[in-house]
């Protein structure tokens, strides 16, 4: 278009005719948000001309903190009190025992008040920081002591924002650090150097406050899970504040432009960030939201592919995990299917489990066939027939060179573990199904045992689990971090009383290493089942189901 005479150049920044404008130069240059680095070495000409030291294209840090420092390390491992006493567990079935050790049932009924299984729980008692979630992890006063006046220290030890860190406040650089060198590890169920909680999103939150007020909030937690640090508390409850500010004041202004993509993400952070921190309620909020913002965009499909790739696997994960622990919907049905033609990543969250995941999610509607039995078992014999025949290579995924095979091993002994867990759900749902229906289903069959749709057994299923999860070290790879569900419905639905033990023993392995918190309401939940369940074994009433539980306690759990 060509100007009219008399008209007046708008005011505004333009570039000079020939400069490329790129995300790609030296690190001084993405700072100053100027184009034309030429990334020449040792220094680009760019910064030479303006007398600027030029900082370099590979390290994101000018100045950063060793990931061996202190402040990155739990300063002590958490005493535990043995809630039984017996001998290594042996993994051989046995049938349940007619008289528990007392250990273990003295010491939960012990805790039945603290429980308060005969009053719903608030969301105040739901806190992370309620006294309540340290049933079997205890804390002597004169290590607690200690510890505190470790962490008065921690502030103090924060690097001093320089280069593409000084805008920065000393907060956000310390926990943005803290993010790149330990959380991304340990809150990723797959460790690469592709790891887009690292590759991917610091870069972005470099140049998204709102994103980084998020990322900043779920480092803080996530560092306070680990060491008890107040500072870390405090810190992550205000930045979390912040992105929720945040985040409402965009949504308000949606009504006029479309929410950007560093919004989406800073949504999703908030759902991961309730997870980390062990919400039981909250986390639904804000995957609903997501849910709701998605659509509004039109789908993942007009996002940018990066951060659309990445909210796919989270959401997919968080929903899945959602929906098999609750009764109510999550979102109503996952209706975000692939936006690209290319051959899908191997996800950090998903690893080899997205079918599965997708099964499971499944078998958590299966309530609503219930009426119609006809449905209900061809829905089972379906489901049945893909955890039967799944493998690791059913699905083609596009794998990262730098995975070792070591590895992709760990990657599909996880997966085998969700496929186990997959068939227990599965034996778990029917049997609750079967219970709770006062009149058989309309089934020519007359007969309401889908059970026997199921061609491998609960009991099978279980040792076969816990076989495979008691060889693991739990404690030297993330990608053992993914177990929490299929651990909890393993001590869910086990008659075996010595298996309790192990699987306490593994979830405690779990938060020591990858400090989180969704693992302390696990064991809540599976602990004040078993009160239950030796109370109705010696009044010989009916079996209680671990979904009861959950609805007495009001708790949406995610087992993510």
């Not at 340990?186 to 990322?215: C, D, G, T, W, Y």
């Not at 990066?306 to 796919?312: H, K, V, Y």
Request: glycine share 6%; hydrophobic share 35%; proline share 6%.
């Amino acid at each position: 278009m060509t100007s009219r005479p008399g008209s007046v150049a708008p005011k505004g920044r333009s570039r000079r005719s020939g400069t490329p404008w790129t995300r790609g130069g030296c690190i001084t240059c993405k700072a100053r948000r100027k184009g034309g680095c030429d990334r020449a070495t040792p220094s680009c000409n760019n910064c030479l001309k303006v007398g600027r030291v030029c900082e370099g294209y590979g390290d994101l840090w000018v100045t950063p903190l060793d990931p061996s420092a202190p402040v990155f390390k739990a300063d002590r491992s958490p005493k535990r009190r043995r809630l039984n006493t017996s001998s290594p567990v042996s993994l051989e079935p046995k049938s349940p025992s007619p008289s528990p050790s007392p250990s273990l049932t003295t010491s939960l009924n012990d805790q039945r008040e603290e429980w308060r299984l005969d009053s719903p729980a608030t969301p105040d008692q739901s806190s992370l920081f309620s006294p309540q979630c340290r049933i079997i992890d205890t804390e002597a006063e004169n290590a607690a002591e200690e510890q505190c006046s470790e962490d008065q220290s921690i502030l103090a030890r924060i690097v001093t924002p320089q280069g593409i860190l000084s805008h920065l406040s000393g907060n956000e650089a310390h926990y943005l650090q803290y993010h790149e060198a330990m959380g991304s590890q340990r809150l990723a169920n797959l460790e690469s150097e592709q790891n887009p909680l690292r590759s991917f999103l610091i870069p972005r939150a470099m140049f998204s406050p709102l994103l980084m007020k998020a990322v900043c909030a779920i480092s803080a937690m996530h560092l306070f899970n680990r060491t008890e640090s107040p500072d870390a508390k405090f810190a992550s409850i205000d930045f979390y504040g912040r992105a929720l500010r945040g985040l409402r004041g965009i949504i308000e202004e949606s009504a006029t432009k479309a929410i950007p993509d560093d919004a989406l993400l800073a949504v999703g952070m908030m759902c991961k960030y309730e997870v980390v921190r062990g919400s039981v309620k909250q986390w639904v909020v804000h995957l609903k939201a997501l849910h709701r913002l998605i659509l509004s965009r039109g789908g993942l499909g007009t996002m940018d592919p990066e951060a659309a790739q990445f909210l796919r696997g989270l959401y997919i994960y968080a929903y899945s995990m959602g929906q098999i622990s609750n009764q109510k919907k999550v979102c109503g049905r996952l209706i975000l299917p692939d936006t690209d033609t290319e051959t899908p990543r191997l996800n950090i969250y998903l690893g080899f489990t997205e079918e599965l995941l997708k099964l499971c999610a499944s078998i958590a509607e299966l309530p609503s066939l219930q009426d119609d039995g006809i449905s209900l078992r061809l829905a089972v014999a379906s489901i049945n027939d893909s955890l039967l025949h799944w493998t690791s290579s059913s699905s083609r995924l596009n794998i990262p060179q730098d995975l070792t095979k070591s590895t992709l091993t760990r990657l599909k002994l996880v997966a085998e573990c969700f496929r186990d867990a997959g068939f227990i759900y599965l034996h778990s749902i029917l049997e609750r199904i079967k219970t709770g229906t006062s009149t058989p289903c309309d089934d020519t069959s007359g007969s309401n045992d889908w059970s026997s749709l199921v061609t491998t057994p609960k009991d099978v299923a279980i040792n076969r689990l816990l076989s495979r999860i008691q060889t693991f070290p739990l404690g030297d790879h993330c990608e053992y971090s993914a177990l929490t569900f299929p651990l909890f419905i393993a001590g869910a639905e086990s008659e075996v009383f010595e298996y309790r033990d192990l699987v306490l023993r593994s979830f405690g392995k779990l938060q020591e290493n990858f400090g989180i918190g969704n693992t302390i309401r696990a064991k809540e939940v599976l602990c004040a089942l078993w009160v239950r369940r030796d109370a109705a074994q010696q009044d010989r009433s009916v079996k209680v189901h671990w979904m009861d539980v959950l609805e007495e306690l009001q708790w949406d759990l995610n087992l993510a």
